[in-house]
């Protein structure tokens, strides 16, 4: 199976985030607050967890799927519910839970790729930093590239035959998760023209349905719930998915869908060889594992006193081991290992940090390909 191929500095670096951390997963223990966490009740008390997108979306599944259960496990057992401040991208609503920095334990942030991205960027719009927040849980996704079968390609090794032909990609923002995607059909050599503007992935998927887009992505629980029934239809072809880390940051296969190549694979099938080490790798490796691997987190102030962190990290770690949840997650969740305690710090690590050369590369390619001033 084929991993990165970042230079030995970079590698070091990323496995000290991630060594035994991932791999331990949110059931591995649970952090020990006993006397740290005495006398703190939030009884009586409501939490309000601020997703900065709006009703309906993922994010907003994500968290109304565990507000139940960080209650539940919670010192005292608050009432946790869900508050949607949309605008911006999700910069409008993180700016203003950073701005009034909330130290009472009962301000939680949800943040995801595209929350990420920015910051990552340098986006003059953002105001959040996210050395102020501690992560208390980190939920990986991931996601499969397909397109219709009127081309003729059966898999990812017939992808040479669409090198001279352009695709058209329905795209919800250059500087959303799809640059994700930007960047790899960039590293490997797809001309794709992106129609920028689209609302949502499920209005990218319908674009694709009605034939306008020839080439579509959607992360791992819109393609097994919609995209999965055009794959047995036959009119849809999975390509590749973007893959997964594993514990020692290396990009392996998607554990949803281990019969598909991730990217570097697909990369290599076609190239016959890996992808150089650079700042074009770096940039895309980068932003993956913002957009992907660490795609959504739930993050607490670090005004809040150490009990109220340690009080959410332990909720959310039993939370996560809680046989009902473990059991309605398919849907939501997907068939990945929620992150948590030092998994979650190792992820959360990865997720906000990036070379300042691929950094760099990816502002100039914003800027010179796409127009975007940051």
Do not use: C
């Given at each position: 199976?084929?991993?990165?191929?970042?230079?030995?500095?970079?590698?070091?670096?990323?496995?000290?985030?991630?060594?035994?951390?991932?791999?331990?997963?949110?059931?591995?223990?649970?952090?020990?607050?006993?006397?740290?966490?005495?006398?703190?009740?939030?009884?009586?008390?409501?939490?309000?967890?601020?997703?900065?997108?709006?009703?309906?979306?993922?994010?907003?599944?994500?968290?109304?799927?565990?507000?139940?259960?960080?209650?539940?496990?919670?010192?005292?057992?608050?009432?946790?519910?869900?508050?949607?401040?949309p605008g911006g991208g999700s910069i409008t609503?993180?700016?203003?839970?950073?701005?009034?920095?909330?130290?009472?334990?009962?301000?939680?942030?949800?943040?995801?790729?595209?929350?990420?991205?920015?910051?990552?960027?340098?986006?003059?719009?953002?105001?959040?930093?996210?050395?102020?927040?501690?992560?208390?849980?980190?939920?990986?996704?991931?996601?499969?590239?397909?397109?219709?079968?009127?081309?003729?390609?059966?898999?990812?090794?017939?992808?040479?035959?669409?090198?001279?032909?352009e695709l058209v990609l329905a795209n919800t923002?250059?500087?959303?998760?799809?640059?994700?995607?930007?960047?790899?059909?960039?590293?490997?050599?797809?001309?794709?023209?992106?129609?920028?503007?689209?609302?949502?992935?499920?209005?990218?998927?319908?674009?694709?349905?009605?034939?306008?887009?020839?080439?579509?992505?959607?992360?791992?629980?819109?393609?097994?719930?919609?995209?999965?029934?055009?794959?047995?239809?036959?009119?849809?072809?999975?390509?590749?998915?973007?893959?997964?880390?594993?514990?020692?940051?290396?990009?392996?296969?998607?554990?949803?869908?281990?019969?598909?190549?991730?990217?570097?694979?697909?990369?290599?099938?076609?190239?016959?060889?890996?992808?150089?080490?650079?700042?074009?790798?770096?940039?895309?490796?980068?932003?993956?594992?913002?957009?992907?691997?660490?795609?959504?987190?739930?993050?607490?102030?670090?005004?809040?006193?150490?009990?109220?962190?340690?009080?959410?990290?332990?909720?959310?770690?039993?939370?996560?081991?809680d046989p009902e949840l473990q059991e309605r997650?398919?849907?939501?969740?997907?068939?990945?290992?929620?992150?948590?305690?030092?998994?979650?710090?190792?992820?959360?690590?990865?997720?906000?940090?990036?070379?300042?050369?691929?950094?760099?590369?990816?502002?100039?390619?914003?800027?010179?390909?796409?127009?975007?001033?940051?």
């Open positions: 199976m084929v991993g990165t191929v970042w230079g030995e500095d970079e590698m070091i670096s990323r496995r000290h985030f991630l060594e035994g951390a991932v791999a331990a997963g949110a059931l591995a223990a649970l952090p020990s607050v006993a006397g740290a966490q005495e006398g703190f009740s939030l009884a009586g008390k409501t939490v309000e967890w601020t997703i900065p997108f709006g009703e309906g979306g993922g994010n907003d599944a994500w968290a109304r799927f565990f507000a139940h259960y960080l209650g539940k496990y919670l010192p005292g057992n608050p009432n946790v519910i869900v508050r949607n401040v609503g993180t700016n203003s839970f950073a701005q009034r920095a909330p130290n009472d334990g009962l301000s939680l942030l949800g943040v995801s790729g595209s929350t990420q991205f920015p910051y990552l960027l340098g986006d003059k719009r953002v105001q959040y930093d996210y050395r102020d927040f501690t992560p208390v849980l980190v939920s990986p996704t991931g996601g499969v590239v397909y397109i219709p079968p009127s081309f003729g390609v059966k898999d990812v090794t017939e992808l040479p035959k669409l090198f001279d032909r923002g250059p500087t959303s998760l799809d640059l994700v995607l930007m960047l790899g059909f960039e590293m490997i050599g797809l001309k794709v023209r992106h129609v920028f503007g689209m609302s949502s992935r499920g209005e990218t998927r319908l674009a694709f349905e009605r034939g306008e887009a020839t080439v579509d992505y959607q992360t791992s629980s819109s393609y097994l719930a919609n995209i999965v029934p055009l794959v047995e239809a036959g009119t849809a072809v999975p390509l590749f998915t973007l893959g997964a880390l594993d514990e020692n940051a290396n990009i392996v296969r998607d554990p949803t869908f281990p019969d598909l190549p991730h990217f570097l694979e697909a990369y290599e099938m076609v190239h016959g060889k890996a992808p150089e080490d650079g700042p074009e790798l770096k940039a895309f490796v980068a932003f993956f594992s913002a957009g992907f691997p660490a795609q959504k987190m739930a993050m607490l102030h670090n005004t809040n006193p150490p009990e109220v962190i340690e009080a959410y990290r332990t909720a959310f770690a039993k939370a996560v081991a997650k398919g849907d939501i969740l997907g068939d990945y290992t929620q992150a948590t305690g030092e998994a979650a710090d190792a992820l959360f690590e990865v997720a906000t940090t990036i070379d300042e050369e691929a950094k760099t590369w990816v502002q100039n390619y914003l800027r010179e390909r796409h127009s975007v001033q940051l």
